[in-house]
């Protein structure tokens, strides 16, 4: 058999493998740190192995990795349903179709400037600073583009004007409000008692209690800020994304929080 000396490679070759990377590279992120890493790398151990024997013209061993990779496929949905569905939402939070049109996007992009710009961020952290000195544990996140519809959804509905006295009502210790977290959108309450996700990355502070994981597991999805009042400490955090701002001051509350919502 003839072995070619050369090559033939074209740009569509090279822009190929390029997206391939990216999409490794993708997906390498979204499992890094976490358990499924480990599965990761070892499907991607077995599927290079059967490119090789399929180059190589391996006949036996080619046909048993390709039954294995064809069955795997489904089982790859069922181990990697929390990678996946992460995956899916970062590809929809950046599509420039999700949600509304593009178009009605580009003519409401004001009104959601000026609609963070007139966010009450006085009330919530002085609600966030009386609750700090009595040591009642709070979990409260702003949006900052989604509505966050599904997350509400597992609340009590409110809908009422943000005011510091009725987030400290709603988390007041007797109150049947006060477990889960609540949503504020366009300066209003939303919803209260909302079950969100924890994060399971192994990356978080030790010393994260359920409140915490919760706030990292939203942030880590969708783009809100999070602010969590611990109920042992009194210690008030903020959480956007992967990044955690701890013990913070009333001042520096308010400072990030303004930070936050200009990115």
């Known amino acids: 058999m003839a072995i070619p000396l050369f090559i033939s490679v074209q740009w569509f070759d090279i822009l190929d493998i390029l997206l ?27 599927y290079v192995l059967w490119k090789l024997v399929s180059a190589m ?13 064809g069955v795997g496929v489904l089982a790859l949905i069922i ?16 599509s420039p179709f999700a949600g ?5 996007k580009l003519l409401q992009w004001t009104n959601q400037q000026e609609e963070k710009a007139n966010l009450n961020v006085n009330s ?28 509400a959804s597992t609340g009590v509905d ?14 007041f210790k007797n109150s049947p409000l006060h477990d889960g977290g609540v949503i504020i959108h366009n300066n ?22 359920l409140r ?19 109920e042992e400490t009194g210690k008030i955090s903020l959480i956007v994304g992967t990044k955690y701002k701890l013990d913070l001051s009333p001042e520096k509350l308010k400072e990030e929080i303004q930070q936050a919502l200009k990115n």
Not at 57 to 69: D, K, P
Not at 85 to 94: D, E, I, K, T, Y
Not at 100 to 104: L, R
Not at 212 to 230: C, D, K, M, Q, Y
Request: proline content about 3%.
């Open 20 to 46: 391939v990377a990216l999409l490794l590279f993708q997906l390498y992120k979204l499992v890094k740190g976490t358990v499924a890493i480990r599965i990761f790398l070892g499907i991607l151990a077995i």
């Open 57 to 69: 013209q391996m006949e036996m061993l080619s046909e048993i990795l390709g039954q294995f990779i």
């Open 79 to 94: 181990v990697f349903q929390q990678e996946i569905r992460r995956f899916l939402l970062l590809v929809g939070s950046q």
């Open 100 to 104: 509304k049109g593009v178009v009605k």
């Open 124 to 151: 919530i952290v002085k609600a966030c600073f009386n609750m700090s000195k009595s040591k009642t544990g709070a979990l409260i996140i702003i949006t900052t583009d989604s509505e966050l519809k599904y997350h």
């Open 158 to 171: 409110i809908d009422s004007k943000l005011s510091s006295i009725f987030l400290e009502s709603i988390f």
């Open 188 to 209: 209003r309450i939303k919803a209260a008692k909302c079950i969100l996700p924890l994060s399971d990355n192994p990356d978080i502070p030790v010393h994260f209690g």
């Open 212 to 230: 915490h994981r919760a706030a990292a597991g939203l942030t880590e999805n969708s783009p809100a800020i999070a602010i969590v009042v611990s």
